[in-house]
């Protein structure tokens, strides 16, 4: 099986950064697209940032500018470096990845998403 596994959210005040970090676990052919979501409380959750795997980038309009998605692809890992964080930026973020495996019934590819990390911003 696969699984992606998030690290580095954290408490910071406005005008802050944190960098996000993604990696995929597992026996990996490929990996496309990769990208984060967020979702924060009473809200449906969101595109923050998508990237393919020749390094194509989407934002949403709310982070351009201040975000910067990346990825590694020898790694399997993605990351999201945020800048200039506000405060309506504090949510659960979560990072996403289409990806062909194998499995223990063969190759297949799967829609599979992390566990989600807290980022608070402080006003």
């Known amino acids: 099986q696969v699984q992606l596994v998030e690290s580095g959210g954290g408490l910071v005040q406005a005008g802050g950064s944190l960098r996000l970090s993604c990696v995929t676990i597992?026996?990996?052919?490929?990996?496309?697209?990769m990208g984060w979501y967020r979702q924060a409380p009473g809200k449906e959750r969101e595109l923050v940032a998508t990237?393919?795997?020749?390094?194509?980038?989407n934002y949403a309009d709310s982070v351009k500018g201040r975000f910067t998605i990346s990825r590694n692809n020898a790694a399997n890992t993605v990351y999201l470096q945020m800048n200039s964080l506000k405060p309506e930026d504090t949510a659960v973020y979560y990072c996403?990845?289409?990806?062909?495996?194998?499995?223990?019934?063969?190759?297949?590819?799967?829609?599979?998403w992390g566990q989600g990390t807290q980022v608070t911003v402080s006003s």
């Open positions: 990237i393919t795997r020749d390094g194509t980038t």
């Open positions: 996403n990845a289409h990806i062909d495996y194998l499995s223990r019934d063969g190759r297949k590819r799967a829609d599979v």
């Open positions: 597992g026996s990996i052919f490929g990996i496309d697209p």
